[in-house]
Structure formats: structure tokens, C-alpha cells
T-cell receptor
Framework: EPEVTQTPSHQVTQMGQEVILRCVPI?????FYWYRQILGQKVEFLVS????????KSEIFDDQFSVERPDGSNFTLKIRSTKLEDSAMYFC????????????FGQGTRLTVV | AQKVTQAQTEISVVEKEDVTLDCVYE???????LFWYKQPPSGELVFLIR??????QNEISGRYSWNFQKSTSSFNFTITASQVVDSAVYFC??????????????FGTGTRLKVLA
């Protein structure tokens, strides 16, 4: 069964460093998302991406964040200069042609900023 | 504004008991979608069900059932004859008609279910 794949599963980085979280969405999906879950808290929307551009972003998604679909298969989230409060589980999700379909989530990348 | 409330932070039941997880939502839109996701200890989000606002029919899938009531803005989830493997955090989510064209989810805070052997 097709699935959304995220790498790495766990990343530890030093404060101030740049990190790139990678995702391979399901191949025929057209809508892509990043969500964040701070430990023990709810899952929060960061950004949605369609047709090679950001469709919507939350207030969390500030200038430190960027997304890219560099090669038609990968979907990346970059955090330019990480802060301690960026420590969280980051989920990538994709949904098919019709945005009204359910989103399929990857297994998540746990980011720890030290 | 959209909002999802899961008032039950944590529930503990003994195996084989039935348990209902509550979800109350707020939205101004008449077209919206409701979801339940399961997050086991391994951390991934597992899709359980999607329901659109025009379909108030209750749904049963094995030991799982969902009760959608627009009149009370609730979308409750019942596990019948719970098992230890049901232990997880369960999230209810809302997605309504977007201005952006993409249906982002608004998640509730989750209910941690512990099923004791």
C-alpha cells in the first residue's frame, strides 16, 4: 500500500543550525502539508503546498521556515536557524487530486534541538 | 473560527469494556469534514474515518463506531470490547471549506486511551 515516507525518523541538531526534513508523498497526490506536534500536545498545521507554491501557512510558519518540492517527488521543510522551541515531531502529509480526500500522514520526524 | 474540543484528556478502561471518546467541533461553514486519527506509542498518525457534513449516518467498522450529530456539533467515537492494542492517543480533526483551496486540518488536543489487561 502506498505510503508517505519521511526521513530521518529522528534528528538532533544544535540551536542555530539549519535542518532539512524530507518527505516523499504518495506518487499521485497533488496536495502536500507539514504539521507539527510539540511533545504531548496537539498536531498543528504549518503549511500547505499545491501546484508548486504555498497555498496557506499558519502563524507558526515564519521566515525561518521554507518548503520546497525540488524534484517532483520529494517535499522538504527547511528550518533556517533552529531554536529550542522547534523541538517537535514534524509530520508530512499528502492528499490526492481532490483536496477533500483524507490526508495520509508520514510516520513523522522527531526533531530535537539542543 | 474553527475549533475542535476533546474534553477527555485521558481515559483508562479495563479490557473488553466499551469506551466512547468525545469530540465537539465549531465551524461556520455548512460544508466540512471530520476525521479521527489514532496515534499509537510509535508516533505515527493512522487514519480511522472521514465523515462529511452532509452525511449524518452513523458508521460501524468492526469494533469501531462513530456517532455524528450536527445538532450538537459532535462526532463521537466508540470502541466496543476494547483491547490492549487500542491503547493510543486519539485525535479528532476538522477540515472546512478553504479560502486557500487546500483543506488543512484543525486537530483537537487528543484523548489518551489506556486499556488495561
Amino acid at each position: 500500500e502506498p505510503e508517505v515516507t519521511q526521513t530521518p525518523s529522528h534528528q538532533v541538531t544544535q540551536m542555530g543550525q539549519e535542518v532539512i526534513l524530507r518527505c516523499v508523498p504518495i506518487s499521485n497526490h497533488l496536495y502536500f502539508y507539514w504539521y507539527r506536534q510539540i511533545l504531548g500536545q496537539k498536531v498543528e498545521f504549518l503549511v500547505s503546498f499545491y501546484n508548486n507554491e504555498i497555498s496557506e501557512k499558519s502563524e507558526i510558519f515564519d521566515d525561518q521556515f521554507s518548503v520546497e518540492r525540488p524534484d517532483g517527488s520529494n517535499f522538504t521543510l527547511k528550518i533556517r536557524s533552529t531554536k529550542l522551541e522547534d523541538s517537535a515531531m514534524y509530520f508530512c502529509a499528502s492528499s490526492p487530486r481532490t483536496a477533500r480526500s483524507e490526508a495520509f500522514f508520514g510516520q513523522g520526524t522527531r526533531l530535537t534541538v539542543v | 473560527a474553527q475549533k475542535v474540543t476533546q474534553a477527555q484528556t485521558e481515559i483508562s478502561v479495563v479490557e473488553k469494556e466499551d469506551v466512547t471518546l468525545d469530540c465537539v467541533y465549531e465551524t461556520r461553514d455548512t460544508t466540512y469534514y471530520l476525521f479521527w486519527y489514532k496515534q499509537p506509542p510509535s508516533g505515527e498518525l493512522v487514519f480511522l474515518i472521514r465523515r462529511n457534513s452532509f452525511d449524518e449516518q452513523n458508521e460501524i467498522s468492526g469494533r469501531y463506531s462513530w456517532n455524528f450529530q450536527k445538532s450538537t456539533s459532535s462526532f463521537n467515537f466508540t470502541i466496543t470490547a476494547s483491547q490492549v492494542v487500542d491503547s493510543a492517543v486519539y485525535f479528532c480533526a476538522l477540515s472546512d471549506y478553504p479560502t486557500s483551496g487546500t483543506y488543512k486540518y484543525i486537530f483537537g488536543t487528543g484523548t489518551r486511551l489506556k486499556v488495561l489487561a
